[in-house]
């Protein structure tokens, strides 16, 4: 493709995200499955323009809010982000919007005005608010500021950086130097990662999923701080494990792991479907001895109760922490949506608490860096539950994983910009009663 075409198939992409209110990362891959012409070089830079321009949406929307006659949405981003951005002076964009080809029509007379008066700017100045500076919408800047205080404004702006590719070795079938000679041996680059003993960072873009590493099992696709979530979980080998909100099973690979097929580990939840398509990773793992079901309410499974050394609740929240992944996921997040995470959360936190045995441990996860679905929500059911109390993090952090402990208090909270991994939160509440 040419860089033209390149362009074109952004502005489409852009525009056609405007109109659905589906991910990001669907929309492009139904654009790739409907023009299988895409070459996988093309398709990277497509991407990466794409991605680019909605990492800075509100500043975009904020410059051409300046302008008068505005271009299409969709366009209008594409166009001003890469003259913003530097890529492209408007005498460039001129030459590369020619209607020629598969690249984009030429610019009408507004446009060129519009893109005359945005060139030599700035993506970012001090005349846009906080939360247009920062991408964030405004309704929450009260909750971002109540979590971080001073350093609000470099987590915010972590958020915005593209995330890295990790890896989890699998050690039901290898260990991490067994794994990273593995993907050498294929070409893939990788490190270890600073903080999770079983991580991988692999250096640039790589097609992970088709390598032997990957297809064999060695390794599972996991951001570092999803995998120190799952070994605060602490579960061992003999013991008896659930996984509530299991989804497609991403933690419960994890856990199996660490239980290295010893016991019993189940893997539960709502969504029928989504437990289903875990079934090739759990088999692809060597994790066949992971019971799934579905659970539409975990209250009435009556044959679970107190039967748990370990509970994990992988609860269903806004994502926040993981807006370095889908940028796009900010903009469709309402109240309204918060406040049905933090009723689910409430509810999934009750329930699950009589599954655990006396002695043993719930481990409440979020990838939220808001405090209504995190601290909030832990204090909240500790007062309506006092048999549970407050495990400290540190102390399982030291046993299981070692080194000096990412936090300051008895919940462990991973950022962007602290550690370099999503935004994870994690409790650990111990019920009363023998170990």
């Known amino acids: 493709m040419t860089p033209a075409a390149r362009i074109q198939a952004v502005i489409e992409v852009v525009g056609q995200l405007d109109q659905a209110a589906r991910p990001a990362e669907q929309t492009v891959s139904d654009y790739y499955r409907q023009r299988r012409y895409i070459g996988s070089k093309d398709r990277r830079a497509i991407s990466a323009l794409t991605y680019a321009v909605l990492r800075h949406r509100a500043r975009l929307a904020w410059h051409l809010g300046q302008c008068k006659g505005r271009p299409p949405w969709g ?58 500076r920062h991408e964030t919408p405004g309704w929450l800047m009260p909750s971002f500021t109540r979590a971080f205080g001073p350093a609000v404004e470099a987590e915010l702006d972590a958020l915005l950086q593209e995330a890295p590719l990790d890896l989890r070795c699998n050690t039901l079938k290898t260990d991490r130097a067994a794994a990273l000679a593995a993907l050498a041996a294929e070409g893939i680059e990788a490190e270890p990662t600073p903080l999770s003993p079983l991580g991988l960072r692999v250096s640039g873009r790589r097609a992970l999923r088709s390598s032997r590493a990957y297809v064999g099992g060695l390794v599972e696709i996991q951001d570092e701080g999803s995998q120190l979530a799952a070994l605060l979980c602490d579960a061992a080998p003999g013991m008896a494990v659930a996984d509530v909100c299991a989804g497609a099973g991403g933690k419960t690979l994890a856990l199996a792991a660490a239980m290295a097929g010893q016991g019993c580990l189940l893997a539960a939840d709502v969504d029928g479907a989504r437990l289903d398509r875990a079934v090739a990773r759990l088999r692809r793992a060597g994790a066949d001895f992971v019971e799934r079901r579905v659970l539409a309410d975990l209250a009435g499974a009556e044959d679970l109760a107190a039967c748990f050394d370990r509970v994990l609740i992988d609860a269903p929240c806004s994502g926040t922490g993981a807006w370095r992944r889908q940028p796009d996921a900010r903009w469709r ?103």
Not at 100 to 123: F, H, I, K, N, R
Not at 378 to 385: D, G, R, S
């Open 333 to 435: 997040l309402t109240p309204a949506d918060l406040a049905r995470y933090r009723a689910a959360q409430q509810e999934t936190l009750s329930k699950a608490a009589a599954l655990v045995r006396p002695g043993g441990r719930m481990v409440y996860v979020t990838c939220s860096l808001l405090p209504e679905e995190n601290e909030d929500q832990v204090e909240a059911f500790l007062q309506n539950h006092p048999q549970f109390s407050l495990h400290p993090a540190a102390e399982t952090w030291e046993r299981v994983i070692g080194g000096a402990f990412p936090g300051d208090g008895p919940f462990l909270t991973l950022t962007p910009a602290r550690q370099g991994t999503d935004g994870f939160f994690v409790a650990i509440l111990q019920r009363e009663g023998p170990a």
């Open 75 to 132: 366009r209008s981003e594409t166009l001003a982000f890469l003259l913003l951005s530097g890529q492209e002076t408007v005498e460039t964009l001129e030459g590369l919007c020619n209607g020629e080809g598969y690249g984009p029509a030429v610019l009408t007379q507004d446009e060129g005005v519009v893109l005359q008066s945005l060139q030599g700017q700035a993506l970012s100045t001090d005349a846009q608010p906080e939360e247009v």
